[in-house]
Structures are given as structure tokens and as C-alpha cells.
């Protein structure tokens, strides 16, 4: 029977054999890590039920790629939309390089929002 639960005794007291599934070993990055703290703190069914079926590390590494697709397509579409390109990093890198950064913090705090705050 697969539901079966086994038991092991210790001084006379019977303790239920309980393990969790095996899960995958993805190392997380950034975006995963902050997804992780926001499920805890406002997900807790969500999170405990990926963590008791063995699926949250996979789950987290899903989020982490999705977060870092969406970053790499992002920012080149803001740089195209506010004019930022190799004419202005010629002419003015020191305002080249202000406007990337605001782009960049732009484009992650998109990613808080569709992705690791949703």
C-alpha cells in the first residue's frame, strides 16, 4: 500500500517513519531567493505544499530563469524606448551609464512586480 506509514521504536516509543520526497539541487540566484521569503511570509499553503511534494527548489529555479529572461528582454527595449545607445555612450558615458543604471532599476522592479510579487 503506498499511503502505508511505517514505524520505528526508540525506548519503547513508536515513532512514524516520515520523509520528505526527494527534490532537485538547483543553486537559487537573486530573484528565486526573494520569491522564497515572499512565499513564506504571504504563501504559506503554496510553499508548504511545494515543499511537502518535493517541487519547490524546481519551482524556485523556474522563477529565477523566468525573472532573468524577463530582465535580459526588458532592458534593451527601454534603452530602444528612452533613445540610450551607442551614440550617447561615445558622446556622454557618465550619462550613458546614470541612464542604464535607472533602466536596469526599471527593469527589476518590473520583475518584483509580474514575477516574484505575484
Do not use: C
Amino acid at each position: 500500500m503506498k499511503n502505508e506509514i511505517t514505524y520505528t521504536e526508540h525506548n519503547g516509543l513508536y515513532y512514524p517513519d516520515l520523509a520528505l520526497p526527494e527534490q532537485t539541487n538547483y543553486t537559487l540566484g537573486k530573484y528565486a531567493n526573494l520569491r522564497l521569503d515572499f512565499m513564506k511570509k504571504h504563501r504559506r499553503g503554496t510553499y508548504t505544499t511545494l515543499l511537502t511534494k518535493g517541487r519547490l527548489n524546481e519551482y524556485l529555479h523556474a522563477i529565477d530563469i523566468q525573472a532573468h529572461e524577463l530582465l535580459d528582454n526588458t532592458i534593451p527595449r527601454l534603452a530602444k524606448e528612452r533613445g540610450v545607445d551607442e551614440v550617447l555612450k561615445a558622446h556622454n558615458a557618465l550619462q550613458w551609464v546614470a541612464e542604464m543604471n535607472n533602466i536596469k532599476a526599471s527593469a527589476e522592479e518590473i520583475i518584483l512586480q509580474e514575477v516574484v510579487y505575484q
